[in-house]
């Protein structure tokens, strides 16, 4: 049980990161970035084509396909800000449905349909604790999580750049009259968040179905745990990512209720927002 | 001394014209009241100036350099604060932060904060928490710290107490005497044409009246007419 | 006029059977091709329809009630496997029984799946739909169709089963689910989905239930999908879970927002495209998967540009349309004006001093208790008491800020927290919901445009009156407000002529109370006064009591029998208008600041 539990814990951290990049997204820049895990994808089968086809080192590979994630990111980020800048949450977020069946599709395009050989940067036991091992795999990726979650808090409350990112997201019409520009800035969070979201990816994929449709659909598991933290709370998107990833490692234990295993996101988004939105909410302030 | 001159403008919203064939000129250094019955286009106008909404025709320049197709962001470099109507503070951000936005250094802040005293003692709350004309001090100190050449004043009196309003209103009076040019909407017309040197009426989206401030003041008549705007003409 | 009425039936009958001759056509234009085109062609075109089916069904929820859907093809997938389910089974009365079982299967997961998206918007529930997708994607592969296994194909319709006959069989079901689309778009379902997906708010406010008018859409929405699917399932015989992965259903609901499918004719054609583009690519040597490359940057291009290439078509049509309407409108108003000015003296100098208040003895249309609204800190409404005498019209004013549109707010149930008591007609309204409330006969406007634009006039008037109405009632109330005739979009007009259409809409609604926020604000001083005339007449034309907001004093003073003045959230006076225009606490503290107001 509790060795199904931590195996299930690697995916976790990475769910874990990818909630917080959504939770950083949709608090900064309005939106709910579809393609969030699909840049991360691409990037990552782009490093495992450098890697296998052209004989680059591992490291090297990777840190070129992370930057081609952000770069993929920042492109969708600057049509957001470029055409989009005044739309509402549900049309920015809808825009990003399009470049995520792009990539998908891209990606079956250059790389095939098939997993692939990606090369572990990271492998093996970290340590055991009472019998039970547990891989560095997961020990950096549930790092990840929790770095970057810290990282970001203390960048939005301590430094001068945090504190207009803050402002923009509150009123960005009146940061903009302040003369803080927007455009750049936040297509800085979709590039930053598009390198975070595929670093992870990279490390996690060698051990996961890494298939594109199973990497671009991390999105799924990933939005069910910023929705614990309401899009708002990076602490408690950390939390969901990784009670989600713990409890589908439980539930693949068990092959009764193996079915339920792929419907466990799905019941996690659906009883989360079943509790947030008990209360009647209307679509407008006024 | 320069002026920001607005020549000929229409601002549009949804299907036609809200603001049409709009010029005036506004010195630093001197108040204008821009007054006019609700729905004549004043909001529209202020956006139009700052860049919140388009202008779909005319120009606005200063010193002669047009500036109606920059950006709001580079008419805010080009120095026009625009504060909007309500209480535009970030409500998570602190005062402190809120400041900081502009100001370029603490001292700064600090030589903002010195017309408020009131606030030095909430200087590290979120302004959420602070009371209606708290919020608005915080908004008239940051634009304040902005070094604005012209600055732009929506409603500042919306749902704030006489007795607050009245203590805000002579901030503007001083902000003007160091040299900046104040553009003020306000829904309490005699108040606003007691502050101002000139003064502008506004109705169904043109200027009905335009002049020294004192003769609306002295001829009510003339007032009314104005508000009446083409209706009476 | 005998002659004027036998033209209204003839149009109406017209407006009832040109659908159906559309549908007709479409019909034999269907059977030509099934005995025309060649065997390949054939096979593609039942799967354009299939696809049309999915997309018109996407454009109900994502088109018409504006919510984001990405998982119609697992909706198509539950049909498939119904219709699967009910070939192995061997359920008597063949495969249309099997399709219509499947329709309904897929409505009713499409129910349980928007149950918990009921209160959600937008985004939450594209998060919903895409992890359902997911979700039921994988569980496919595991559980397979029934008879997959054993090679069991599903059998056709008696008498189309050929793949020619089937074809045609397809079309037919694609001419009944056009026309059943179009009707319910026509009809209030129709209308309450548009109206939701422009403003929630306006929709509870004349008593549509917005839940209700999520969960029609995406009921529908998913039966269509069923159908598509089990379409399909006969198409191929055995179905296999590829044919439904989540990829396709991205791909389906970016398709359906380029097209614009929420027009029946652009849903065909985006069915058409569906198949046409990846049979290009093929005959050109290219990867298929180009297809769904290409959809996503024309879908990146059409979200961005907040166009569709249906609409951008009809409205390069309506352009002129309108052009021409408007010409026509503003030679009638003239026409109008000319008229008064030679018939009557102008409306303000016929008017008594003081328009005559209801008599006493009457109970109130609606009595307010002690209603207090707190937002954090500031008391936006503290201890608010009045009446509003049956058949009146009530004055609210004070300056900006002062608390009106919060005491609407309150008073027609948006403010859920607020405390003090709120009695319609004697029924003490308690914590019931907007639509509740609209539903009892209390009606109210917005300073803010909530007319929604996708609607006709007529359809916006019907929508908002709740009650049959005949074409003369509807005729009539917009002649009376000055409205545009009733067959304009409302997309064509001016945001002031929207809201006059709002009133006069409310007003044909016949409530016992109408709240109406500034409804002048953005017409002209000619407009303004001639509509506080109109509202002088509507209680005894109409029935009902009026609380109408507005800045400016002259009308007040000729509209309005009773007058409440609030300031900072309280009431500083109430009661008949000559009294409360002499007070001295609203002179000096109201009157002497803006006296020009």
């Not at chain 1, 976790?12 to 393609?35: E, K, W």
């Not at chain 1, 940061?175 to 750049?184: F, N, T």
């Not at chain 3, 006493?360 to 005498?389: H, I, N, R, W, Y």
């Amino acid at each position: 049980m509790l060795q199904g539990a931590l195996a299930g814990l690697a995916a976790g951290g990475l769910y874990a990161v990818l909630a917080v990049c959504l939770t950083l997204m949709s608090r900064l820049v309005r939106v709910v970035n579809f393609s969030q895990a699909a840049t991360g994808m691409f990037g990552g089968f782009v490093a495992v084509w450098l890697v296998t086809e052209t004989g680059l080192p591992i490291w090297l590979g990777s840190v070129l396909g992370v930057l081609l994630a952000g770069v993929l990111s920042g492109v969708i980020g600057w049509i957001a800000a470029t055409w989009l800048s005044e739309a509402d949450t549900t049309t920015r977020s809808a825009m990003t449905v399009g470049p995520l069946l792009l990539l998908i599709s891209l990606s079956f395009i250059l790389f095939g349909n098939k997993p692939q050989p990606f090369a572990s940067i990271i492998s093996g036991p970290a340590f055991t604790v009472g019998g039970v091992v547990i891989s560095q795999v997961t020990l950096v990726t549930v790092s990840l999580a929790i770095v970057v979650a810290v990282a970001v808090r203390i960048l939005l409350t301590r430094t001068a750049i945090g504190t207009r990112l803050r402002a923009l997201s509150e009123r960005p019409t009146t940061a903009e009259l302040l003369g803080i520009p927007s455009k750049p800035l936040s297509i800085a969070v979709w590039v930053v968040t598009g390198v975070i979201s595929a670093i992870a990816i990279v490390v996690v994929a060698p051990t996961q179905s890494n298939d594109a449709i199973s990497l671009a659909m991390l999105i799924v598991p990933a939005a069910a745990a910023a929705l614990l933290g309401g899009f708002k709370r990076l602490d408690l998107a950390v939390v969901g990512g990784l009670v989600l990833g713990v409890l589908s490692g439980l539930v693949a234990q068990i092959d009764e209720v193996s079915l339920i295993r792929n419907f466990l996101p799905f019941l996690f988004i659906v009883v989360l927002l079943l509790w947030t939105q008990r209360k009647e909410v209307w679509d407008a302030a006024r | 001394m320069s002026a920001l001159i607005i020549d000929d403008i229409a601002v549009s919203r949804g299907a036609g014209p809200v603001i049409q064939g709009v010029s005036f000129r506004l010195e630093q250094g001197r108040v204008t009241a821009l007054v006019g019955p609700n729905g004549a286009g004043k909001t529209s106008l202020l956006d139009g100036i700052s860049g919140v909404a388009p202008i779909s025709a005319g120009t606005i320049r200063i010193d002669g350099t047009p500036i109606e197709k920059l950006s709001r962001v580079a008419r805010a470099k080009q120095g026009i604060v625009h504060i909007e109507q309500g209480r535009a503070v970030f409500p998570s951000l602190t005062v402190r932060e809120n400041l900081s936005l502009t100001a370029r250094t603490p001292a700064e802040i600090d030589a903002a904060l010195a017309r408020f005293p009131e606030l030095e003692k909430r200087i590290d709350a979120p302004t959420a928490l602070l009371s209606g004309g708290e919020q608005q001090m915080v908004v008239l100190a940051r634009a304040f710290a902005a070094r604005p050449r012209f600055l732009l004043i929506d409603e500042m009196s919306l749902g704030l107490a006489p007795v607050v309003f009245m203590r805000l209103l002579p901030i503007v009076s001083e902000i003007a005497e160091q040299g900046v040019g104040v553009l003020l909407v306000e829904q309490f017309t005699h108040l606003a044409l007691g502050l101002a040197e000139e003064a502008l009426v506004v109705a169904s989206g043109q200027v009905s009246f335009q002049g020294p401030a004192a003769t609306l003041r002295e001829d009510a008549s003339l007032l009314h007419r104005a508000y009446l705007g083409g209706a009476a003409a | 006029m005998p002659h004027a009425d036998s033209g209204l039936a003839r149009s109406r009958a017209l407006r009832f059977l040109w659908p159906l001759a559309v549908a007709v056509v479409g019909v034999v234009a269907g059977y030509l091709l099934s005995v025309g085109l060649s065997g390949y062609f054939v096979f593609l075109a039942v799967s354009a329809v299939t696809a049309a089916i999915a997309i018109l069904g996407l454009g109900i929820v994502t088109g018409s009630a504006g919510m984001i859907a990405l998982c119609q093809l697992t909706f198509a997938a539950v049909g498939a496997w119904v219709v699967s389910l009910f070939n192995v089974l061997e359920v008597p009365g063949g495969f249309v029984v099997w399709l219509i079982a499947g329709g309904l299967a897929a409505g009713v997961v499409g129910i349980l799946v928007g149950l918990p998206a009921l209160r959600l918007r937008g985004v939450n529930l594209a998060v919903v739909t895409l992890g359902f997708a997911a979700a039921f994607d994988v569980t496919l592969l595991q559980i397979q169709f029934p008879g997959s296994k054993d090679g069991i194909p599903v059998l056709r319709p008696e008498g189309f089963s050929t793949d020619r006959g089937y074809f045609f069989f397809s079309i037919i079901v694609l001419a009944v689910c056009g026309l059943v689309v179009f009707w319910l778009q026509r009809g209030r379902w129709g209308s309450s989905w548009k109206a939701v997906a422009f403003s929630e708010r306006g929709t509870a406010s004349v008593g549509q239930s917005v839940q209700q008018a999520k969960l029609t859409a995406f009921a529908v929405s998913a039966a269509l999908g069923g159908i598509s699917g089990g379409l399909l399932a006969g198409q191929v015989q055995l179905p296999f879970a590829s044919s439904f992965t989540p990829l396709q259903s991205l791909a389906l609901y970016v398709l359906a927002v380029m097209s614009g499918a929420y027009l029946i004719d652009m849903a065909i054609f985006g069915g058409i495209l569906w198949v046409l583009v990846p049979e290009l690519l093929k005959r050109w040597g290219v990867p298929q998967d180009w297809g769904f490359v290409i959809f996503g940057a024309l879908g990146v291009q059409a979200l961005t540009s907040g166009t569709n290439l249906g609409q951008g078509i009809r409205n390069l049509w309506w352009k002129r349309a309108d052009r021409r309407a408007a010409a026509a409108r503003e030679a009638a108003k003239a026409d109008a004006a000319a008229d008064r000015a030679a018939v009557e003296p102008p409306a303000e100098a016929s008017a008594p001093p003081a328009p005559p208040a209801a008599s006493a003895s009457d109970e109130p249309a609606l009595s307010v208790t002690g209603l207090t609204v707190q937002f954090g800190a500031l008391k936006a409404l503290d201890e608010v008491s009045l009446e509003v005498p049956a058949g009146s019209v009530m004055g609210l004013i004070g300056p900006n800020g002062a608390g009106k549109s919060t005491f609407v707010d309150a008073i027609s149930g948006f403010l859920p927290h607020a405390s003090g008591t709120v009695r319609l007609g004697g029924t003490a309204l308690g914590r019931m919901s907007p639509t509740k409330r609209a539903r009892l006969g209390l009606r109210r406007t917005f300073q803010q445009d909530r007319v929604p634009p996708a609607l006709t006039v007529d359809a916006y008037v019907r929508f908002v009156a709740r009650r049959r109405v005949t074409a003369e009632e509807v005729a009539e109330v917009l002649d009376f407000f000055g409205c545009p005739p009733a067959r304009t979009r409302l997309a064509g007009v001016d945001v002031g002529t929207r809201r006059l259409v709002e009133v006069a809409a409310n007003v044909l609604a016949k409530p016992r109370v109408l709240l109406l926020d500034e409804p002048a604000a953005g017409l002209s001083h000619e407009e303004h006064l001639e509509l506080g005339a109109r509202l002088r007449e509507v209680p005894a034309r109409y029935g009902m009591a009026i609380v109408l907001i507005e800045h400016d004093l002259d009308l007040v003073r000729t509209v309005c029998s009773t007058l409440t003045v609030l300031d900072f959230g309280r009431v500083l006076a109430s009661g008949p208008q000559d009294e409360v225009l002499a007070d001295p606490a609203v002179i000096k503290a109201y009157m002497g600041e803006t006296e020009m107001l």
